[in-house]
T-cell receptor, first 115, second 110 residues
Framework: DQQVKQNSPSLSVQEGRISILNCDYTNSMFDYFLWYKKYPAEGPTFLISISSIKDKNEDGRFTVFLNKSAKHLSLHIVPSQPGDSAVYFCAASARSGGSNYKLTFGKGTLLTVNP | DAGVTQSPTHLIKTRGQQVTLRCSPKSGHDTVSWYQQALGQGPQFIFQYYEEEERQRGNFPDRFSGHQFPNYSSELNVNALLLGDSALYLC?????????FGPGTRLTVT
């Protein structure tokens, strides 16, 4: 049972344009969401997070939007740069449910930013 | 400040053998979690250690066990290895919220 779904295995965008990565979840207990970036031969690197009490969080070129009613979140990268090319994982946890640190991950989306 | 470190980087084992993977958390972190990432999948939670005890466990058999030491470092042990245990094993450390991952140990079971 895939509780966190990233339905697009890959995404290709031009340098300077916006990259939008999507994520859906099914578990209503999830109340904290994170995005990680992973390069080959490296561990996932934390990018940005959002609590369920917010609907938007911004950090530089990265913005995460949360739509609780739709159980959907998205990561926007503006402007996209070739160095952003990596696999992006969406992850979720149920903090108030006592599973404070257990992260449930999606399968990832491979982002390619073309020069 | 060193981040999360893991050893070894790569490991090849035979079915039925046992393996121990090691993790040193980021400085100031007291919680260590282990994840298994199979090819083409996202990381899957194995278990988490805090104050030298297993605090949470994912859907993994008892062949997977762990330990946390007083200096917060941790080991993951897998007994009776199966071909399906071949994966990247990731360690993550945390103090309050976000988990920081190490580079992983690539385990191949032949």
């Amino acid at each position: 049972d895939q509780q966190v779904k990233q339905n697009s295995p890959s995404l290709s965008v031009q340098e300077g344009r916006i990259s939008i990565l999507n994520c859906d979840y099914t578990n209503s207990m999830f109340d904290y969401f994170l995005w990680y970036k992973k390069y080959p031969a490296e561990g996932p690197t934390f990018l940005i997070s959002i609590s369920s009490i917010k609907d938007k969080n911004e950090d530089g070129r990265f913005t995460v939007f949360l739509n609780k009613s739709a159980k959907h979140l998205s990561l926007h990268i503006v402007p996209s740069q070739p160095g952003d090319s990596a696999v992006y994982f969406c992850a979720a946890s149920a903090r108030s449910g006592g599973s404070n640190y257990k992260l449930t991950f999606g399968k990832g989306t491979l982002l390619t930013v073309n020069p | 400040d060193a981040g999360v470190t893991q050893s070894p980087t790569h490991l090849i084992k035979t079915r039925g053998q046992q393996v121990t993977l090691r993790c040193s958390p980021k400085s100031g972190h007291d919680t260590v979690s282990w994840y298994q990432q199979a090819l083409g999948q996202g990381p899957q939670f194995i278990f988490q250690y805090y104050e030298e005890e297993e605090r949470q466990r994912g859907n993994f058999p008892d062949r997977f066990s762990g330990h946390q030491f007083p200096n917060y470092s941790s080991e993951l042990n897998v007994n009776a290895l199966l071909l399906g245990d071949s994966a990247l094993y990731l360690c993550a450390s945390s103090f309050t919220s976000e988990q920081y991952f190490g580079p992983g140990t690539r385990l191949t079971v032949t």
